[in-house]
C-alpha cells in the first residue's frame, strides 16, 4: 500500500462509520463555502453552517477546543454575515468590498488578542497545556477569529487571516488524525489565495466607477 495513503487513512480504521461520514460532508461542504466566499456569493454562509455544525462535534470529541470554538463561533458569525450581506438601501448593495478603517483595524487587534487570551484560558483550566497542539491550536483559532469577522463586513484583509491559519492548519489537522480535513485546509490555502486576488479585482474595479 501506498505509505502516503496509508499515513492519512490509518487513523479511519478506529473511527465510526458516522463519524467519517459526517467528516466528508462536512469537508465538500466547507470547501463549497470557501469556493462561494471566493465568489462573493451569499450562499457561502449556508453552506459554511452546514460545516460548521458538522465540525464542533467532531473537533470537541477530537479534543481541539479552540477549532471547536472558532466553529461554533463561525456558525454564529455566519448568521450575521448572512443578515449584513442582504442589508439593501433603495435597491443597492449597503456593504460592499473594501479596506479595514482604523476603527476596524483597533477591532481586529482586540478580538485577535481576546481570543489568545480566552482559547489558552480554556486549554490551561482543562489541563490539557502539554502538547505543541494547545499553543498552535491557540494562536489560528485567534487568526479565524478575526478572519471570520472580516469577512462577514466584507473586508479584503479577511483573505489574508485565512491564508495564514490554513498554512499551519495542515499539519495540525494531520498530526491530529484528521487527514481530510487537513487536506479540506490545504486545498483551503489555494481558494483563499485565488479569493484575495479576485476580491482585490472587484475591489479595484468598484473604484474606478465609483
Excluded at 458516522?18 to 462573493?40: C, F, P, R, Y
Excluded at 481530510?180 to 486576488?197: D, E, K, R, V
Aim: hydrophobic share 50%; charged share 15%; with cysteine.
Amino acid at each position: 500500500m501506498n505509505p502516503i495513503f496509508e499515513f492519512f487513512t490509518a487513523p479511519y480504521r478506529t473511527y465510526a462509520t458516522l463519524d467519517i461520514v459526517l467528516e466528508v460532508v462536512a469537508v465538500l461542504t466547507g470547501l463549497a463555502s470557501v469556493w462561494l466566499a471566493k465568489q462573493n456569493k451569499l450562499w457561502v454562509y449556508p453552506t459554511g453552517m452546514v460545516s460548521t455544525a458538522i465540525y464542533v462535534y467532531l473537533l470537541l470529541k477530537a479534543g481541539l477546543l479552540g477549532d471547536f470554538l472558532i466553529n461554533a463561533y463561525y456558525f454564529a458569525m455566519s448568521c450575521y454575515g448572512w443578515v449584513f450581506w442582504t442589508r439593501q438601501k433603495e435597491g443597492m448593495e449597503l456593504h460592499k468590498i473594501d479596506k479595514m478603517n482604523v476603527t476596524e483595524k483597533k477591532w481586529s487587534f482586540y478580538l485577535f488578542m481576546c481570543s489568545l487570551l480566552f482559547v489558552g484560558g480554556l486549554y490551561g483550566f482543562s489541563g490539557k497545556w502539554d502538547s505543541w497542539t494547545a499553543p498552535v491550536d491557540t494562536f489560528t483559532t485567534a487568526l479565524f477569529f478575526v478572519g471570520m469577522w472580516l469577512m462577514a463586513r466584507r473586508k479584503i484583509a479577511h483573505w489574508i487571516f485565512w491564508i495564514v491559519g490554513d498554512v499551519i492548519s495542515v499539519p495540525l489537522y494531520l498530526y491530529k488524525g484528521l487527514g481530510l480535513t487537513s487536506i479540506q485546509y490545504l486545498i483551503f490555502t489555494f481558494i483563499a489565495i485565488l479569493g484575495y486576488i479576485q476580491w482585490k479585482k472587484i475591489y479595484n474595479k468598484e473604484q474606478l466607477t465609483a
